[in-house]
């Protein structure tokens, strides 16, 4: 089993700069592909970005590609999303989730998820 705790989210203005950080365990930390997601209130959980296992390939969808971004240090056991010049459309839960097989961009993937972090972006 695999448990992943995350947090770091909070209330910033339009424009600022938070740091979501997701803690895992149970399994080894650098097997496992780990990814980000959102779901804002009304809408369907949306991919957000995901890294390897080595760190050295990540992706982005397109809404939050130049603002955000996703590192992991494996020592650890640790998974970061950096985000930067935050808009109120961002305003959602955020959950980060890790994956052992599958395609990186589909939330099915993805088998452990933490419990969610609030990310409130106001005008």
């Known amino acids: 089993q695999v448990q992943l705790v995350d947090s770091g989210g909070g209330l910033v203005q339009a424009g600022g700069s938070l740091r979501l950080s997701c803690v895992a365990s149970?399994?080894?930390?650098?097997?496992?592909?780990m990814g980000w997601f959102r779901q804002a209130p009304g809408k369907e959980r949306e991919f957000v970005a995901a890294?390897?296992?080595?760190?050295?390939?990540?992706y982005y969808a397109d809404s939050v590609k130049g603002r955000f971004t996703i590192s992991r240090d494996n020592a650890k056991n640790t998974v970061y999303l950096q985000m930067n010049s935050l808009k109120p459309e961002d305003t959602a839960v955020y959950y980060c989730?890790?994956?052992?097989?599958?395609?990186?961009?589909?939330?099915?993937?993805?088998?452990?998820w933490g419990q969610g972090t609030q990310v409130t972006v106001s005008s």
């Open positions: 149970g399994r080894t930390f650098s097997d496992a592909t």
């Open positions: 989730a890790s994956s052992f097989a599958g395609p990186i961009f589909q939330g099915l993937s993805y088998k452990y």
């Open positions: 890294i390897t296992r080595s760190g050295v390939r990540t």
